[in-house]
């Protein structure tokens, strides 16, 4: 009998095990809208992440942090070309931990004890206070430049999110049946299906294209965004389909 309970409690301690691990998994983020790093609003899903955590991010928006980050081994950042990410604190890459950066990034310091950094243009890197302390790690930069300030904040670099009805950015048909026939100015980085409520559906790099479809598969109102260098144009669809 007691070889049984022994037997039990120990199945129930590996299934408690197992279950924490579950639960403790990476995860995967990716911002839905311009904004402070700590509010849902602008993740998708609505939950905004930790600033400490072994998860896997992806930044397609105008971020602002408002505490340091240090990421955990197995971590991975990557900053879109037309996205930001700053703020007057500090990030932390060490050893297992990666970042592919194309936007801005702009901090005070930025530290990789044994972590791998690669910045690639258009977007500047730009710090604040003590620069770059390596410590073991790894910075590539190819394409963008890195220098100390001036400061500015993601926020208002980002100048919101505008209507367009100029003709060089046309939407038709409008009401859609699951298809969208889109044209923008040659100047466009970024194409973005928004839903109603906010969450990023589908983005597309379209630099050196003067049109794109769109093939939503689902019924309601819908954001279509385009993303210029500096600045955010956006149009309501409606899908009947």
């Known amino acids: 009998m007691k070889h049984k ?9 590996i299934f408690a095990i197992i279950l924490f691990f579950q639960s403790v998994q990476a995860m995967t983020w990716n911002t839905a809208a311009s904004g402070y790093w700590s509010d849902g ?5 609505g939950i905004a992440p930790p600033y400490t955590s072994s998860d896997t991010f992806y930044i397609h928006n105008f971020i602002e942090m408002q505490n340091s980050i240090f990421l955990n081994a197995s971590s991975f950042m990557k900053i879109d070309s037309s996205a930001a990410l700053c703020g007057h604190r500090n990030m932390t890459f060490p050893t297992g931990t990666s970042m592919l950066k194309y936007g801005i990034l702009e901090l005070d310091t930025l530290f990789i004890p044994g972590g791998q950094i690669l910045c690639y243009a258009p977007g500047q890197v730009i710090l604040t206070q003590y620069g770059v302390l390596t410590n073991g790690g790894s910075l590539t930069v190819s394409g963008p430049s890195m220098s100390v300030g001036p400061w500015f904040t993601c926020l208002s670099k980002s100048s919101g999110i505008e209507e367009l009805d100029e003709n060089n950015f046309e939407i038709f048909p409008n009401p859609s049946s699951r298809k969208l026939n889109i044209s923008f100015p040659p100047e466009t980085k970024l ?8 969450q990023l559906i589908f983005y597309e ?18 954001f279509v965004e385009i993303v210029l260098d500096d600045r955010i144009y956006r149009k309501k669809v409606v899908n009947l389909k």
């Open 5 to 13: 309970i022994i037997k039990s409690a120990c199945i129930y301690l």
């Open 41 to 45: 609003n602008c993740w998708i899903g």
């Open 191 to 198: 194409l973005r299906l928004i839903s109603f409520n906010g």
């Open 205 to 222: 790099n379209v630099e050196n294209k003067l049109s794109a479809i769109f093939d939503i598969q689902s019924q309601g109102i819908f």
